[in-house]
């Protein structure tokens, strides 16, 4: 028998069960569906936060103070920290690699501005924060250098900030109370949306570091640096040099452990896609199974449809039909289920997608292989499992196949 005729037949033979067929393939339609859909958010969520991480800055690197254990535990983020304005200084006066440098000094306070109250993190930052994360200033100005030297009592608000104290006012100019010490608003913040970890960036109040530190966080250590390389390409040399600075800063001597962690941008954008990655991992595989549970149905349903067409087969194979031929019927007709299952499963997957990137936070991305790889997948538990039933209808004894009631 020609192909055409054997696909044809199987067609056929799917469309005289029609509810039957569907329900073998809901299996597969659900599978593949779920497998693209995990994949492509997971995609979209790795391709978020390296946006947001790169949105951080460029060339960026953060030196975090390092934690301490007790009696073999932990005592948090932080817990030692050794960061002070010297080391600032001193990473400005003695780096080669370094472009701009700023410390970053954090503290959390109830802020009263424009007849409205909010809850917020206030940060001491250097004149030339922005110029490390990439940030703009849309109203007003940032504050200089004499502002820090000074501790001026000025700041630059955050879009959220401005949403929460000043809705439909320009707040440049006006006055707010940062736990009862009065700052003056010289400028708003470029809007930036979430962190990759889910925090809002835009939830904030920046002042000078001097000011934060010494009017509202108190003692003298800051909570990390934040630092830019001269390229990309510099980052390890700026890494490297950040550690010898700071080691011989810190006095600690040979064989100690660095009493501070230096990240780079790479570094943090590789943990988080690689969280994810993992996650998308577990969830497709997780999706996967359903894969072989339609097809496990469908080798079962094509097990009842050769006991159910015993006497066709015989007819066929008295009338001349040979075993290669029933075979791939049978198989034809398995891998059509599949395919066809398949085929449903991606145009839900593309409808499920685009409504999740329309109306929901999740962003779906799409890989042409993905589809390219559903496909080849649902194909294969066609053959895998529409093998045995359609080998089974081969073998069939013609006669007895004539004889069967």
Same mark, same amino acid.
């Given at each position: 028998?020609?192909?055409?005729?054997?696909?044809?037949?199987?067609?056929?033979?799917?469309?005289?069960?029609?509810?039957?067929?569907?329900?073998?393939?809901?299996?597969?339609?659900?599978?593949?569906a779920a497998v693209i859909i995990?994949?492509?958010?997971?995609?979209?969520?790795?391709?978020?936060?390296?946006?947001?991480?790169?949105?951080?800055?460029?060339?960026?690197?953060?030196?975090?103070?390092?934690?301490?254990?007790?009696?073999?535990?932990?005592?948090?983020?932080?817990?030692?920290?050794?960061?002070?304005?010297?080391?600032?200084?001193?990473?400005?006066?003695?780096?080669?690699?370094?472009?701009?440098?700023?410390?970053?000094?954090?503290?959390?306070?109830?802020?009263?501005?424009?007849?409205?109250?909010?809850?917020?993190g206030v940060q001491g930052v250097?004149?030339?924060?922005?110029?490390?994360?990439?940030?703009?200033?849309?109203?007003?100005?940032?504050?200089?250098?004499?502002?820090?030297?000074?501790?001026?009592?000025?700041?630059?608000?955050?879009?959220?900030?401005?949403?929460?104290?000043?809705?439909?006012?320009?707040?440049?100019?006006?006055?707010?109370?940062?736990?009862?010490?009065?700052?003056?608003?010289?400028?708003?913040?470029?809007?930036?949306?979430?962190? /990759?970890?889910?925090?809002?960036?835009?939830?904030?109040?920046?002042?000078?570091?001097?000011?934060?530190?010494?009017?509202?966080?108190?003692?003298?250590?800051?909570?990390?640096?934040?630092?830019?390389?001269?390229?990309?390409?510099?980052?390890?040399?700026?890494?490297?040099?950040?550690?010898?600075?700071?080691?011989?800063?810190?006095?600690?001597?040979?064989?100690?452990?660095?009493?501070?962690?230096?990240?780079?941008?790479?570094?943090? $954008?590789?943990?988080?896609?690689?969280?994810?990655? $993992?996650?998308?991992?577990?969830?497709?595989?997780?999706?996967?199974?359903?894969?072989?549970?339609?097809?496990?149905?469908?080798?079962?349903?094509?097990?009842?449809?050769?006991?159910?067409?015993?006497?066709?087969?015989?007819?066929?194979?008295?009338?001349?039909?040979?075993?290669?031929?029933?075979?791939?019927?049978?198989?034809?007709?398995?891998?059509?289920?599949?395919?066809?299952?398949?085929?449903?499963?991606?145009?839900? /997957?593309?409808?499920?997608?685009?409504?999740?990137?329309?109306?929901?936070?999740?962003?779906?991305?799409?890989?042409?292989?993905?589809?390219?790889?559903?496909?080849?997948?649902?194909?294969?538990?066609?053959?895998?499992?529409?093998?045995?039933?359609?080998?089974?209808?081969?073998?069939?004894?013609?006669?007895?196949?004539?004889?069967?009631?």
């Open positions: 028998m020609k192909y055409e005729k054997l696909l044809t037949a199987a067609f056929q033979s799917l469309a005289k069960n029609g509810m039957r067929s569907f329900l073998t393939m809901l299996g597969i339609i659900i599978g593949v995990m994949v492509a958010v997971g995609e979209g969520a790795q391709l978020a936060i390296k946006r947001q991480i790169a949105a951080l800055g460029s060339s960026l690197l953060i030196i975090f103070p390092n934690t301490v254990s007790h009696m073999g535990v932990s005592q948090g983020a932080g817990s030692l920290n050794q960061l002070t304005l010297d080391d600032v200084e001193r990473l400005r006066r003695e780096s080669l690699y370094l472009r701009d440098i700023s410390a970053v000094a954090m503290a959390w306070g109830h802020i009263i501005g424009g007849g409205n109250n909010w809850m917020t250097d004149a030339n924060y922005t110029q490390i994360r990439d940030w703009r200033v849309v109203q007003g100005a940032f504050f200089t250098e004499e502002d820090v030297k000074t501790r001026n009592k000025v700041c630059v608000l955050g879009k959220t900030v401005v949403d929460n104290l000043f809705p439909g006012q320009d707040p440049v100019g006006a006055l707010v109370r940062i736990r009862s010490v009065p700052f003056k608003v010289i400028g708003v913040l470029a809007k930036k949306g979430q962190s /990759s970890t889910g925090n809002d960036q835009d939830d904030i109040i920046l002042s000078p570091t001097t000011t934060v530190l010494y009017r509202l966080k108190g003692g003298q250590n800051i909570n990390l640096i934040m630092a830019s390389a001269v390229s990309d390409a510099r980052i390890p040399a700026a890494q490297q040099e950040i550690r010898m600075i700071l080691r011989e800063s810190h006095r600690l001597h040979l064989g100690e452990e660095d009493d501070f962690t230096v990240r780079n941008q790479a570094e943090i $954008t590789d943990t988080a896609a690689e969280a994810s990655r $993992t996650l998308t991992i577990l969830l497709g595989s997780i999706a996967g199974v359903s894969l072989v549970v339609g097809g496990i149905g469908i080798m079962n349903i094509m097990l009842v449809s050769v006991t159910e067409r015993t006497r066709e087969i015989g007819l066929r194979m008295a009338l001349g039909a040979r075993s290669r031929d029933i075979l791939s019927q049978f198989l034809i007709e398995a891998v059509s289920l599949s395919l066809l299952g398949g085929i449903i499963g991606i145009a839900i /997957s593309f409808a499920t997608a685009y409504l999740l990137n329309l109306y929901s936070n999740f962003e779906a991305v799409l890989l042409p292989q993905t589809i390219l790889l559903a496909v080849a997948f649902s194909a294969a538990v066609g053959i895998f499992f529409g093998f045995y039933p359609a080998r089974r209808a081969s073998q069939l004894n013609p006669i007895e196949a004539l004889r069967y009631e």
